[in-house]
């Protein structure tokens, strides 16, 4: 991982074996938060975006602010590409990528680089319930 903050995160994760544990708390305002209800088309819908998280600073305080529907990214394509990772994170282990793509925020077109990291937690050691964890970070972001 490229990014010192996210190999931190990722360090201490997996120090907690997969749960959630009092290191998560320093990262909070960084990650994305979402469920583990996930179809083969979409990844889970999001429940918490940190303050100084990607998602918020690339797609705004109103997205992230949203309150009366499911939170999902605001470009169709992206929403479908990352279903995958999603899905590996859940099923397998954490997931990272870095990814080069063009997005449509808004209207406009944004050419974005990024590294990410998405992780699934559990609450309790028996708990049949996750979350995801994803911290991304931006490497280059510019508007065409």
């Known amino acids: 991982m490229a990014d010192p903050q996210l190999s931190a995160f990722y360090e201490s994760m997996m120090s907690s074996s997969g749960l959630v544990s009092e290191k998560l708390r320093e990262h ?12 083969n088309l979409t990844p889970p819908p999001i429940f918490y975006v940190g303050r100084r998280s990607s998602q918020r600073i690339l797609f705004g305080e109103e997205w992230a602010m949203q309150h009366d529907e499911e939170l999902r990214t605001p470009d169709p394509e992206l929403e479908h590409a990352s279903a995958e990772a999603y899905r590996y ?9 870095y990814a080069r793509t063009r997005l449509n925020v808004g209207g406009k077109i944004l050419d974005i680089a990024f590294e990410r990291l998405i992780v699934a937690l559990r609450p309790t050691p028996n708990s049949d319930r996750r979350f995801c ?3 991304g970070v931006i490497q280059d972001l510019q508007q065409l």
């Open 133 to 135: 964890a994803y911290f």
């Open 28 to 39: 909070m305002p960084y990650l994305s938060l979402c469920s583990d209800k996930i179809d």
């Open 89 to 97: 994170a859940l099923e397998e282990q954490p997931y990272y990528g």
